[in-house]
């Protein structure tokens, strides 16, 4: 018997329950590499977390937590909604407000947006390429930075990457229930900052790009960026 024969037979002859085993081992250690790029998020974000002390901008953010929610929402200027100042200020009443704490929701926040690139770089790409996408978003140093920081930034990367996650689901599935996340997650986007205006936009005229291959979907889009423009009515009266 040749040599190659003998390994295909080898092959052929092992255990079918062996395989399983296998792909369970090969799922597990892909579960372990993200928990593991995730500890790495955290603590990159919360070692000395405390240092320097608070900022002008922190300060700001106190102050507008401890706002009342009605005098929040009328005094607020314009381009300074008040979704993470609510946050804020429910978190601030349950932990304090030392510099820990109350840069601690942004921290989390960091680590969500982390978790995100991975389950959109997997759906855009493979599994892979989602784990390379999150260890590079754990240890970017710009993400850092502002994830060390109380300050809205990471809570609208995280609703603007929910947001991309619906509207890609939506759009290859065509499904009700994901076209009203992605308007409920495009809605809390705006509401944490007008930056996410713009990345709506851009969303939002995508299909016209590919009309004849989403014309089945219009409907939902339209429903979807109904609801959006209705949440979005307040801020503009408001202004």
Do not use: N
Request: include cysteine; hydrophobic fraction near 55%; aromatic fraction near 12%.
């Amino acid at each position: 018997m040749l040599p190659d024969d003998a390994c295909m037979e080898e092959r052929s002859t092992r255990p079918p329950s062996m395989r399983p085993r296998t792909r369970d081992s090969e799922r597990g250690l892909r579960a372990l590499t993200l928990a593991l790029i995730l500890l790495i998020a955290f603590v990159v974000r919360v070692s000395s977390l405390e240092a320097p002390s608070i900022w002008v901008d922190e300060a700001t953010s106190l102050h507008r937590a401890a706002m009342g929610p009605s005098e929040m929402i009328t005094t607020l200027a314009f381009d300074h909604v008040p979704l993470y100042y609510l946050m804020l200020q429910a978190w601030v009443r349950l932990v304090g407000t030392s510099v820990f704490s109350l840069r601690m929701p942004t921290v989390l926040f960091g680590v969500l947006v982390v978790s995100q690139v991975y389950v959109l770089a997997k759906h855009l790409f493979d599994k892979a390429a989602g784990r390379i996408a999150a260890l590079l978003t754990a240890v970017s140093p710009f993400l850092v930075f502002y994830s060390r920081m109380a300050r809205p930034y990471p809570l609208l990367w995280s609703c603007i990457l929910w947001a991309v996650i619906m509207y890609v689901t939506a759009l290859r599935t065509g499904r009700w229930r994901w076209w009203l996340l992605y308007a409920v997650a495009a809605t809390t986007a705006v509401y944490s900052h007008f930056t996410a205006v713009p990345v709506l936009i851009f969303l939002g005229l995508y299909p016209l790009l590919y009309w004849r291959r989403l014309k089945a979907q219009w409907p939902q889009w339209i429903a979807a960026h109904t609801v959006l423009a209705l949440a979005f009515l307040p801020l503009i009266t408001k202004a």
